[in-house]
């Protein structure tokens, strides 16, 4: 097939050490890229059983030099990859083979290596980060060591720089905040993220309520609620004062959503307080901050409508685990109500009990 020649040309380019191959490979990356585009097939093709598809690509990311023709390619794999839009589920789920296949064959390694390079170009191509960014999130869920990888590689901060320098970029920071908030399951990363001022940034981002930006939101309110589970970050959360920052914002995404259409929203919200009250200060802070009563009223004008118990729930766990823990208001461990036993051992354990002084 057509596709299957192009690739073949690809295989003797990267045979090909000398630099004049520039031109060839850009017209060959470009047509592969058409063909992606343009043909369902073509992708099942590249990426079906006994097909080489993408161990000629990944190979010739490898070996080429990245300035000379990775655009094409990352662009192939981002058509590779990406989850069609039309919601078959016989599709859905050739995409997530596909993600599967990039892992396998060592993608998250080669991407993760692209990053690096493009991140020292001064300043970087952002069709490209975004490209790089958007492929890093598809894939980075199926490959559970991402996050150390990225830690070895180098590239941890690259996306925490870019969205520091391009807070009012919301096409380039989203696809940056979602490879984050896959870097931040790992422990390690969350901790050092958070040192370099992650958790402060999250807050630039999220606020009171608004209709713009609202997958922006959500993607920074997930990071988030993953960096404080890391008790580093939480202490220093708890120290800046963002309990009180949490709940104001809760609050006030609960009075002016009044279709509900925002509820992950303010799950979101929810999730971070329960993150953050994981520690005996994040507790202590949330009390200061009348969060019991905040929780319980909200709570209490949701219970009314069914799509919002994930809310309650969520709401209900904070509170007890923040409750302050009482002894019981009894003098004593003795029932009020008394019943005649057939026999009582004089000194069995009964007996023993009933006997007990009242403290």
Known sequence: SRTMSLLSQLEKINLDSVLGEADNARYVTSKILHLVQSQEKTKKEMTSKGSTGIEVILSTLEVKPFNLCGYGYIASFHFITRLPVINYVVILASGGRRANVLVTKGGTQILLQLLLTASKDSPPNEELMVLLH??????????????MKARINGALNISLNLVKQNLQNHRLILPCLQ?????????????????????????????PFSKK??????????????????????????????????????VDWHRHDSRHRYMLIRKGVLQCIKSVTNIKLGRKAFIDANGMKILYNTSQECLAVRTLDPLVNTSSLIMRKCFPKNRLPLPTIKSAFHFQLPIIPAGGPVAQLYNLPPD
């Open 134 to 147: 958007t492929l890093l999130a598809k894939i980075g869920p199926k490959d559970k060591k991402i996050g």
């Open 213 to 250: 930006n609202t997958s922006l939101i959500k993607v920074a309110l997930d990071t988030l609620a993953a960096l404080l589970k890391s008790k580093t970050n939480a202490r220093r959360a708890v120290d800046r004062g963002y309990v009180q920052v949490l709940l104001t914002i809760y």
């Open 179 to 207: 490879v984050l908030r896959v870097y931040s399951t790992n422990s390690v990363n969350a901790v050092s993220l958070g040192k370099n001022g992650v958790v402060e940034l999250m807050f630039k981002i999220i606020g």
